[in-house]
């Protein structure tokens, strides 16, 4: 790293019984609760074109309870590592905004999460073009997904302010005077500093302490300088004059005490009495830092400790909190390798996880980059009861890298350019953070590092990297006080925005809601009775037991996921429930502490509205569902006129009602894999409207391809090389499923294996140009179907372990041949290996 400072379609048969909607509606759902910022304050972004993406998200509202009216659905996304900020803003952020102002959640949403088969990286290349702003290096021409949906606001407007240093304005700071060199070195200082650097290293050190002693005399205001002058002295044996030199140093904005601390030079001042009281100081000198805060998208984070609290914030310092569930593409993470760290991290909220955070420190700058506040980072945590170290290389059984044979790891602050989590024995616990400062750690078309996917392969809650080259500038990646916020009682979101002072190449990939530290409150619901029909004006009397030494600043009363009205903590709700249809609605309860984390608490009731007398019923259909098959809804309405099927804010299919009966159908692959949940709204000749109780299904993958043994064909005597047409060129895909540079050839045969690890889900994706053909193990999924560049097809496939046959056609129509190809949701997402042979004559060419 540089351094600068069909299947098949199947009508679900129905019971017989009906069940009536007060019947089966009138239930008290289950109470979870989540601290500040929780599942009622997250939008949650589905890849509506991607089986996996759309499984993942399923997953995830489910484990976390998000409101069903808080899932958007995208389409044509581009499959690429990198798109264009214009696209980012039409195609992604655009769609994003007209739902959260259409839906009116402009002051509900805080958090905005992406499931996979998503772009994770835009350049802004034209934003900085259109403002007449060079392009620097250190600044380079990639932001990240998440980085930039943080700054959205921003970005509506064409303005790349992300890119200044202190962008994030939610980062807290030092309280610390600020201290700045006056000036900066010269050419001729810069030379003799390079010159005794390389003499220490050397062991020439009288020679380094005449060039220091030299700097610091026409430099005096530079700290470090001082504190390379001790080092001379202290190898000199000049002990006294290294204390006074240190103290220099100090005095001069110093506050490096790791450094200072681990230094082998100035180990000899450890028995000086003032030695001590040094060390002090320098820790001293890097704070205090502003205390964590809950986050909110209605603030606005002005720099200062305390936000600006206000209602329909557009301010350019309100942020949206932004995290991917998950990569699922080259070099990611399995589908199950997911769901276990995304239900690891939902079981984790408030367990106060007896762990330990270990700060790794070696030579190399992705390390030394964030030392300066290791040691504040322990003390810090010490003082909140929890257990923080640093390890290195001189320590036994360490090697300063990754932390070896440690059980209880629930946070790592990692700086390695490669390195592997499994052989080293230790454990990261549900809930951990653990990240490293490296150049690529989420440039995944980049083979030479690791990334941050390891860290999630193994368990941990969440991690984050590059998407470009940041050149090891701290402000680009957190600070290691991230797990003490963290263990304030933060959500890992909010953890990770308070310590990125300059965030928009970082992306950061977990679960934003996971809180083990919290501490929650309980709350029920005193009455009325929520296992009887409601109508007219309710008063609802919340019943609250605050967490110790955490009382209830306010309650808030949600309504299918929206907020409806405030309420302090010893009065009732008044609801007039004639605002609102008839039926099931999803009634919340929440709770916010007073505290600065201002911890939220909630619980979640099912309620029955029943004020205009007209009557809903639904036949049962199947819970269990294989993804495929054709999804039959039907009921019952007397003197209905049409009836919808939603999926949250989603309009799936309508039917008319006919002599009180109506039957709605779904594919299953509108719905993804995984448990999902769906409701009937039927509307009346009088403009009312009564909704149906929650439809709960279970979406399961369809049946695995059917195995073929893989076909050995003779090799062509003519050329050897080639298992296909005499005298073609056999030719592979490259490691990241690329065919390109072809431009002689009009047709393509490609055939080779797909090696599955695990029995499971599969998506194949394509993107490129042409028309394509594609079978697995002989089993056609495409029959000349047109692709191009802008719009990537995924083909969902259950696939056993072990090998199997791919064949592939693809016909460039003249034009230059380009290829994707791209197996995600395996546990690396392995890129086909194919052999493609070039200029097929189409009467050799054996049919798919």
């Known amino acids: 790293m540089p351094s600068a400072t069909a299947a098949c379609r199947f009508k679900i048969g129905m019971r017989a019984s009906h069940l009536a909607i007060l019947i089966t509606c009138l239930q008290l759902l289950p109470t979870r ?54 696209t980012f803003r039409t195609h992604i952020w655009k769609p994003i905004r007209e739902f959260i102002t259409r839906n009116r959640l402009d002051n509900e949403i805080d958090i905005i999460t992406y499931s996979s088969g998503f772009p994770h990286a835009v350049n802004f290349s034209s934003d900085l073009k259109t403002n007449k702003l060079p392009r620097l290096k250190y600044h380079g021409k990639t932001a990240s997904l998440t980085g930039l949906t943080y700054f959205a606001r921003h970005v509506e407007k064409g303005s790349p302010y992300y890119l200044a240093g202190n962008a994030n304005r939610y980062f807290r700071r030092s309280l610390a005077p600020a201290r700045q060199l006056p000036r900066p070195a010269t050419e001729e200082e810069t030379v003799k500093q390079r010159q005794a650097e390389k003499d220490f290293r050397k062991k020439d050190y009288q020679s380094a302490l005449a060039s220091y002693e030299a700097l610091v005399q026409g430099f005096p205001e530079h700290g470090g300088l001082w504190h390379e002058l001790a080092r001379s002295h202290a190898a000199v044996g000049n002990t006294a004059e290294a204390m006074a030199a240190l103290r220099q140093a100090v005095d001069h904005g110093w506050t490096y005490s790791l450094k200072t601390r681990t230094d082998p030079h100035l180990s000899t001042l450890s028995a000086d009495p003032a030695w001590p009281r040094m060390l002090d100081l320098m820790e001293q000198g890097n704070g205090p830092f502003q205390e964590a805060h809950g986050f909110s998208a209605q603030y606005e984070w002005t720099g200062a400790t305390l936000p600006v609290k206000t209602i329909g914030s557009n301010s350019l310092d309100s942020y949206y909190l932004a995290t991917m569930l998950a990569y699922t593409g080259i070099r990611g993470n399995s589908v199950p390798e997911v769901e276990s760290y995304l239900e690891a991290a939902r079981d984790s909220d408030g367990s106060q996880p007896d762990g330990t955070v270990y700060l790794m420190a070696n030579n190399n700058v992705r390390s030394t980059t964030r030392q300066p506040l290791f040691i504040e980072s322990v003390t810090e945590l010490e003082h909140r009861g929890h257990r923080a170290e640093i390890l290195t290389r001189r320590q036994a059984k360490q090697d300063g890298i990754l932390p070896q044979g440690k059980p209880d790891v629930i946070g790592a602050v990692i700086g390695a350019r490669k390195f592997q989590w499994e052989p080293t024995g230790s454990r990261l616990l549900p809930g951990a953070i653990a990240e490293s400062l490296t150049s690529y750690g989420a440039r995944f078309g980049e083979h030479s590092q690791t990334k941050l996917t390891e860290f999630l392969r193994h368990g941990a809650a969440g991690s984050s990297g590059a998407v470009a080259e940041p050149f090891s500038i701290q402000a680009k990646f957190p600070v290691p006080l991230l797990h003490v916020y963290y263990a304030d009682g933060c959500s890992l979101a909010e953890a990770f925005y308070q310590s990125l002072e300059a965030p928009y190449q970082l992306l950061v990939v977990g679960d934003p809601l996971a809180r083990p530290y919290a501490r929650f409150a309980d709350v029920t619901l005193a009455s009325p009775d929520p296992h009887t029909p409601w109508s007219g004006t309710v008063r609802l009397y919340p019943k609250v037991r605050p967490a110790p030494d955490r009382p209830i600043a306010q309650l808030e009363l949600w309504v299918d996921g929206k907020l409806i009205a405030y309420s302090q903590p010893d ?77 949250g804010s989603r309009k799936l299919a309508n039917a008319p009602v006919i002599d009180g009966e109506w039957e709605v159908e779904i594919d299953s692959q509108q719905l993804g894999i995984g448990p999902v949940i769906l409701g009937v709204h039927v509307s009346f000749d009088d403009q009312k409207v009564v909704r149906s109780a929650p439809i709960k299904l279970t979406i399961t993958p369809p049946r695995f391809v059917e195995k073929k043994p893989p076909i050995d064909k003779p090799a062509q005597e003519d050329d050897p090389t080639d298992t296909l047409h005499p005298g073609n060129k056999t030719r592979t895909l490259d490691r990241d499923g690329y065919l390109s540079r072809y431009p002689d050839a009009q047709e393509f045969l490609m055939e080779g294996q797909i090696m599955i690890d695990r029995s499971g889900f599969y998506e194949l994706v394509l993107s490129g140009e042409g028309d394509i053909s594609l079978a697995v193990n002989t089993l056609p999924l495409l029959s000349n179907r047109r692709i191009d560049r802008k719009k990537p097809l995924f083909l969902p496939v259950a696939l056993e372990k072990g090998a199997h046959e791919v064949k592939i056609k693809l016909s460039t129509m003249g034009k230059k041949p380009a290829l994707r190809l791209v197996l995600e949701g395996d546990r690396v997402a392995t890129v086909l290996n194919l052999n493609v042979a070039e200029n097929i004559h189409k009467e050799a060419a054996s049919p798919l």
Do not use: C
Request: hydrophobic share 35%; no cysteine.
């Open 571 to 647: 009065q009732p709700f008044t609801w007039d429930t004639r605002s609102m249809d008839d039926g099931h609605h999803e009634l919340r309860l929440v709770t916010q502490e007073s505290g600065p984390i201002e911890t939220r608490s909630y619980t979640r009731l099912g309620v029955l509205i029943a004020n205009s007398g007209h009557q809903l019923a639904l036949k049962s259909p199947d819970e269990i569902v294989r993804y495929g098959q054709t999804i039959t809804i039907n009921g019952t309405a007397l003197e209905g006129r049409e009836a919808t099927l939603w999926q």
């Open 33 to 86: 609760v989540l601290a500040g910022g929780g599942p009622e304050n997250v939008l949650v972004v589905v890849n509506g074109d991607s089986a996996v993406s759309m499984q993942i998200a399923n997953t995830y509202v489910s484990l976390r309870d998000i409101p069903s009216e808080h899932v958007l659905w995208l389409h044509d996304i581009p499959y690429r590592e990198r798109i264009s900020i214009d």
